[in-house]
């Protein structure tokens, strides 16, 4: 069996797991080990972002120490139990923090994603049994077991018990993380960080990452639950709040969202290889050209719509999200 701990962070706007790895890797280490104990796994895996140096150093010396302490290896603390961990550093794919691409890229291979069924559950890394969750997850599970389910239980809400790391950036007065309860609202959270600077006002903000939503100024009332932002249609995601006040260019932005697709699609299935570059394509046009034509809004529908359904992996399906989510509610951009 296997425990892979994803640190393979490239969604544009998170930056969480980052400031776990960078300021307390020790957490890190310790909430897989608590994850491979209650699994039975006594093989570790941590694959980070290429992009992280200083992420993959202090990480790299913190397995180390833990494994001179005794914390890592056989017999841990004299216990029985053995686990220990390998840290694996990526190449700057995208891709590859799909869950199964990343275990392709362990394994020496290519970063392509698997056709699901089978699952990592029973057919994982090297085709074996394996868990595989992202930093924030591990570390949370760990202080909810430190604390006690009741204690953890009372930070925010009945179903969204617990806290949430929310990356805040954009046209806000003091980006960064915060760790806030289930239940603050989107507009509460941005108060936080200062607001937007100027006295300017919001004219949009993307939840959830390049591969989530825009939501207009009137959304800002949501509280941060998952059953309110299912209800609201509305993706928490990666905690990505990103905010664009009534000076952003959203044609560029848009363009920009369409390129990053393009450039990061692996190329294995049809449906994402050509509908992210055919996206950029208008995107660039409307953007840079000022050409937008009246088939412009359909066929970016359209378009959105093909890899949404038929695409192989999660990168293809939601290559679209955010353009349509904004032709919705702004349809003059494409018009």
């Known amino acids: 069996k296997h425990l892979v701990v994803n640190a393979d962070e490239s969604e544009p706007g998170t930056f969480k797991d980052r400031a776990l790895l960078e300021e307390d890797p020790f957490a890190v280490i310790e909430a897989a080990t608590l994850a491979g104990y209650a699994i039975g796994a006594e093989n570790g895996w941590i ?59 362990i394994e020496g291979q290519r970063g392509y994603p698997r056709l699901k069924p089978p699952f990592p559950t029973t057919h994982g890394l090297f085709q074996q049994p394996t868990a595989i969750n992202n930093v924030e997850t591990l570390v949370a599970a760990m202080t909810a077991f430190e ?42 959270l941005i108060a936080l960080a200062g607001g937007v600077p100027g006295g300017k006002h919001i004219q949009a903000v993307l939840m959830g990452g390049a591969a989530g939503k825009f939501i207009g100024p009137d959304k800002l009332d949501t509280p ?92 293809g399906m939601t290559a679209g999200t955010a353009v349509m989510s904004a032709i919705a509610l702004w349809p003059e951009l494409v018009e």
């Open 147 to 188: 604390m006690g389910a009741a204690e953890w239980r009372k930070y925010g809400t009945e179903q969204s018990p617990g806290t949430k790391l929310f990356c805040l950036s954009g046209d806000v007065a003091q980006p960064g993380v915060y760790e806030m309860p289930f239940g603050v609202t989107i507009g509460e």
């Open 47 to 105: 694959f980070i972002r290429g992009e992280y140096p200083r992420g993959y150093g202090r990480l790299q010396e913190a397995i180390r120490q833990a494994r001179e302490a005794g914390y890592l290896g056989q017999n841990i603390l004299d216990s029985g139990f053995n686990f220990d961990i390998e840290l694996r550093r990526g190449a700057g794919a995208y891709i590859c923090g799909e869950e199964t691409a990343l275990f392709a890229a």
């Open 224 to 315: 941060l639950t998952y059953e309110d932002t299912r209800a609201a249609g509305i993706p928490i995601g990666s905690g990505v709040v990103m905010v664009f006040d009534e000076t952003a260019d959203l044609h560029r932005v848009l363009y920009d969202l369409a390129h990053f697709f393009d450039h990061e699609s692996c190329g294995q299935c049809f449906p994402c290889r050509m509908g992210t570059r055919q996206q950029a394509d208008i995107l660039r046009r409307i953007a840079f050209d000022g050409d937008a034509r009246p088939t412009d809004k359909q066929l970016l529908l359209d378009i959105g719509a093909m890899m949404t359904r038929s695409s192989l992996c999660g990168l």
